[in-house]
């Protein structure tokens, strides 16, 4: 299915909004707030889940480059575990958007929820980064931003494989964690007893 370029049919200046990293066990959330040109498409442009690693690094730089504005967004593994994970990646996706350097006029939120913490009006949008350009950017920047982050971080705990798994809980990762611990980079408040799959 084709994406589509906007979700209004007037001028509005309309922002996608995405986080990556929800789910890890691991490593901050990100969160990208994207405003595309009205008319804007491109042919390879989807939900970042569904595109190649290669191709999201390419797609970064299309959007970087042709985006009217764009900004990023980390919110803390101390963060996380302090407000929990649903609500740092409503912070993230709200400072993103402040930190725009044009104001929407209407956001765009991938998800069925959104606290919004701005004046701007929102539309909540389940699997938006597969319906909606902007979001489908957005959800680009945040995962090769977090992805790019997490290598960085896995070169100080090479045996987590943070470079392959980027935080999330595979197998190797969760092995890890039974062998070595936990790290200060690993989110206290996902560790409760049962979350970890002890069955190998």
């Known amino acids: 299915m084709a994406l589509i370029s906007s979700f209004s049919n007037d001028s509005t200046i309309e922002c996608g909004c995405d986080e990556a990293g929800r789910g890890a066990l691991a490593g901050p959330v990100f969160a990208a707030a994207v405003i595309l040109p009205h008319d804007y498409h491109h042919p390879d442009l989807n939900d970042s889940k569904q595109i190649s690693a290669q191709k999201r690094e390419q797609l970064r730089e299309e959007i970087i480059k042709e985006a009217l504005a764009y900004q990023v967004i980390s919110i803390s593994v101390e963060e996380i575990d302090k407000i ?3 609500n740092a990646s409503f912070k993230g996706m709200n400072e993103a958007v402040k930190g725009l350097s044009i104001k929407p006029e209407l956001l765009l939120i991938d998800g069925p929820l959104f606290r919004n913490d701005t004046t701007i009006p929102y539309q909540c949008i389940v699997k938006g980064d597969a319906l909606f350009y ?8 945040a995962k090769t931003f977090r992805d790019e982050h997490l290598i960085q971080l896995g070169t100080q705990y090479p045996q987590y494989g943070w470079d392959r798994n980027k ?7 969760q092995e890890a964690i039974l062998k070595y611990g936990f790290t200060p980079l690993h989110r206290r408040s996902f560790h409760l007893k049962g979350q970890l799959k002890f069955d190998f």
């Not at 902007?134 to 920047?141: C, G, P, Q």
């Not at 935080?167 to 990762?173: D, E, R, S």
């Open 134 to 141: 902007s979001i489908a950017a957005a959800s680009i920047l």
């Open 84 to 86: 929990n994970i649903l």
């Open 167 to 173: 935080g999330y809980a595979t197998k190797q990762h």
